[in-house]
Nanobody, 113 residues
């Protein structure tokens, strides 16, 4: 059984930064691609960023240059989403997933002045 635990998030003012973390434990081994998704209030979940098995990264247009997805060098099943220059539209629940199979519980990010 695999567990994915998210942490981080919270309240930030526009322009500030937050970092989300995501760690998988249990019966998981090897390198997986990880994705982050964002669900704004009243909207469908949307893809935000991906880090591939080999470390390549891709982003949706709206976060490019502001968000960075990375993997922990010492624990390949821990990933991060560094969110800089936050905007009110970044508000919502963020979900991480490994291999789009195992999902975290979601973490709330609120960007408001």
């Amino acid at each position: 059984q695999v567990q994915v635990i998210q942490s981080g998030g919270g309240l930030a003012q526009p322009g500030e930064s937050l970092r989300l973390s995501c760690a998988a434990s249990g019966s998981i081994s090897g390198f997986y691609a990880w994705d982050w998704y964002h669900q704004a209030p009243g909207r469908q979940r949307e893809w935000v960023a991906r880090i591939s098995e080999t470390g390549g990264t891709t982003y949706t247009f709206f976060v490019q240059g502001r968000f960075t997805i990375s993997r922990d060098n010492s624990n390949k099943n821990t990933v991060y989403l560094q969110m800089n220059s936050l905007l009110p539209r970044d508000t919502g629940v963020y979900f991480c997933t490994a291999a789009r199979t195992w999902w975290g519980q979601g973490t709330q990010v609120t960007v408001s002045s």
